[in-house]
């Protein structure tokens, strides 16, 4: 047996230990996190239900192909591979949409090509901006997001341009 197949029984074993060292009641401590951590989710629920639908909505509906063409001589004057639309349109929206998107381009022009790099370093420079938005401030009750969005974007946009520069430039 592999010691890394101990790793998760082995620390669940030590923080009960400690626990118990403590005099504190682990099981109590446990359902008290788990009926917290089911609030949590029932509060979020929602928003994340409604993020998903739009994200396969948007990508059922031929709007994502639309967009991709529509944006590739910009994305080509900028230094952008057009072929990686789909991720920047995907990414502020699902990580997972993303790396699906991602998993494709790499599949299709390979990792070691410049469409493949570029699309690794958009999915390490850039976040899952909406995903992140509808989980926390879902999970905090923050009803009012003013200049969130606008500064996540921002960001975002220059994760996609530091990738296209990094990969032209150091690749």
Do not use: Q
Not at 103 to 121: K, N, Q
Not at 142 to 167: E, H, M, N, Q, S
């Amino acid at each position: 047996m592999d010691l890394t197949s101990l790793l998760i029984p082995l620390l669940l074993a030590a923080v009960t230990a400690w626990g118990l060292g403590k005099h504190v009641d682990v099981y109590t401590a446990l359902t008290d996190g788990a009926a917290e951590g089911l609030r949590v989710l029932l509060r979020i629920f929602p928003n994340l239900v409604a993020l998903l639908t739009a994200v396969y909505m948007f990508r059922a509906s031929g709007a994502l192909d639309f967009l991709t063409t529509a944006f590739a001589p910009v994305l080509t004057a900028i230094g952008i591979p057009p072929e990686t639309t789909p991720l920047l349109l995907i990414r502020p929206l699902s990580g997972s949409g993303a790396l699906a998107a991602g998993s494709e381009l790499m599949e299709t022009y390979g990792p070691d090509s410049t469409i493949g790099r570029t699309a690794a370093v958009m999915l390490g420079c850039t976040e899952t901006t909406f995903y992140t938005i509808a989980v926390y401030f879902g999970a905090a009750g923050i009803k009012k997001i003013r200049y969130t969005i606008p500064a996540a974007l921002t960001a975002d946009l220059v994760g996609f341009l530091a990738a296209a520069w990094c990969v032209r430039w150091f690749f």
